[in-house]
Nanobody
């Protein structure tokens, strides 16, 4: 069974930095990409960034481009999200996601809260 475990959330002041981690365990065969999503109160879950598992191609939402960096460590089966120049609008529950070839849907972790104070 696949498990995604996020960590690293917390409270930070605007302009500060925070790094999230997500460890994936279980069946990794045919894993295509991993990603970060976020969901603010009363809003839908939005895409933040993703990275291909076998290579290192990254994609970012426009709202976080040049501020956030997604990376991975295949030896640790872990991805990271380095967040800098944080804004109050970045406040949300951040979810790690994994997508397998042919799956048709994302598998999510439980999420970690990030709160940015003004």
């Amino acid at each position: 069974q696949v498990q995604l475990v996020e960590s690293g959330g917390g409270l930070v002041q605007a302009g500060g930095s925070l790094t999230l981690s997500c460890a994936v365990s279980g069946r990794l065969f045919n894993l295509y990409k991993m990603a970060w999503f976020r969901q603010a109160p009363a809003k839908e879950r939005d895409f933040v960034a993703d990275v291909t598992w076998s290579g290192a191609t990254t994609t970012y939402a426009d709202s976080v481009k040049d501020r956030f960096t997604i990376s991975k460590d295949n030896t640790k089966n872990t991805i990271y999200l380095q967040m800098s120049s944080l804004k109050p609008d970045d406040t949300a529950v951040y979810y790690c996601g994994a997508y397998w070839y042919g799956a048709g849907n994302w598998h999510y972790g439980q999420g970690t809260q990030v709160t940015v104070s003004s």
